[in-house]
Structure formats: C-alpha cells, structure tokens
C-alpha cells in the first residue's frame, strides 16, 4: 500500500501499543487503544491505557487525544484543543515531518506500508527530554489490560 488515501483509513479501534526509550536508558511501556471515530468532517483519536513507569509502581492510566482533518493531498493532527500538531501527507508510504514547540523539537517519522498495521517513531529532544517513541497500532479492537 503506498500509504494513507484518506482519513477514512484510520477510522475504527486500533490496539496500541508504545515503547518510550529515555536518553538514560529508562524505558516506559503504554499498552492500550486508539479510538478514531467520526465527529462531523474530523476523526477524533483518543488514546486510552496502562502506562507502566519500568519500576515496582503499579501502571498508570493513561489518556491522549488528538483530532484529525482532512485537506487537499494531506491530513492534519490537531492537539485536543485544536491547536495545530502536524500533517500527514497522503499517499505516500513512510511520510517524515517535524513539530517545532521552542525550545523543543519533535520528528515523526510514520510506516503505513502495511496497514492495517502501521508505526509512529517520534524522537523528541530539548532542554529538559530527551526520548524515542515508538508506537504500533493494529486494527482489531482488542480491548486494553493493566500492566
């Protein structure tokens, strides 16, 4: 598949998983879903699970939420608030693009050339984080379990 061809493609449940790589080797896990239903012309993502801290803690709920568009050759994240986030051209396999919150600095590169599983790499770096997130989504709705 070469890529995303509309926002279509990403309606429905999605099990997610997430593995967060700290600068100093810490690691975080975040297992749960991604939710893309339909709101008028936007899907809206919200991201629910357990995100375990890598020590003795019991893992935590965890909640993310992002709203997404679609415009001419191109879909565009947006934060819960509305606020841009970044865009996702369409069509094409494995899009890179970067978000820029001065002083910070977030590079996302996606893999959809296998949907209906796909990938998120983020690699976030600035004056207080330093981290790799990589996360999987598989379509099949399975529902989420601690830890």
């Given at each position: 598949m070469a890529g995303l061809t509309s926002l279509a493609t990403l309606a429905g449940v999605w099990r997610l998983t997430r593995l967060i790589t700290h600068a100093g080797g810490a690691e975080n896990l975040f297992r749960g879903t991604a939710s893309f239903r339909r709101s008028g012309p936007r899907l809206?993502?919200?991201?629910?699970?357990?995100?375990?801290l890598g020590d003795d803690r019991a893992p935590?709920?965890?909640?993310?939420?992002c709203i997404w568009t679609q415009e001419p050759g191109r879909l565009e994240c947006a934060f819960g608030d509305m606020r841009p986030f970044h865009t996702v051209p369409l069509g094409v396999a494995q899009p890179e693009t970067t978000f820029l919150c001065?002083?910070?600095?977030?590079?996302?590169?996606?893999d959809f050339s296998r949907l209906p599983l796909w990938r998120a790499v983020w690699q976030v770096e600035g004056p207080k984080k330093s981290?790799?997130?990589?996360?999987e989504y598989r379509l099949d709705g399975a529902s989420m379990q601690p830890g």
């Open positions: 809206i993502e919200d991201e629910e699970g357990w995100l375990s935590l709920l965890a909640t993310r939420r001065p002083p910070d600095r977030y590079e996302v590169a996606y981290y790799r997130m990589e996360s």
